[in-house]
């Protein structure tokens, strides 16, 4: 039984045009992770979090800004609308990439360790194996033959 898989991988929000790059991405969903856990998040909190220096927190944050997905207010960053949209989206693409693996064999922290993959190279070939060895359909995605 195929089972629906996103074509356009980490995307943001309702905006496939939107690609986030996969440092986007961990910093996006640390900075959820972080408010989920504590009222407040800083930069330096995510520094700190992910052992990183300020200047990549600033650089990175100033993006995610610039993409409209987070807000800074008095020195503390909150997810907006279309950020709490896109890590959802983030999550739910991470919960199908975790059972396309599973279905290769790939379970636990080596499967989690690729989707945490700073390079970002895994996504094409990863929707390659998925779809050419477990049978997952691509939606929007012309079947080969």
Known sequence: MAADFPFQLYS???CPEMKLSSSERIYLLTLAQLLE??????QCDLAKHLQVSRPSV???VSRLEALGLINKEAGLLFLNETGEAAVKQQRETENVLLAGLARLGITGEPARAILKSP???????????LTEYSCIS???RAESS
């Not at 856990?37 to 800083?42: G, I, P, S, T």
């Not at 895994?122 to 390659?128: A, C, K, N």
């Open 138 to 140: 691509c939606p929007g």
């Open 58 to 60: 600033f650089r990175a």
């Open 37 to 42: 856990e504590q009222k407040w998040v800083r």
């Open 12 to 14: 943001a929000g309702n």
């Open 119 to 129: 390079d970002g190279l895994y996504q094409e070939s990863l929707i390659r194996l």
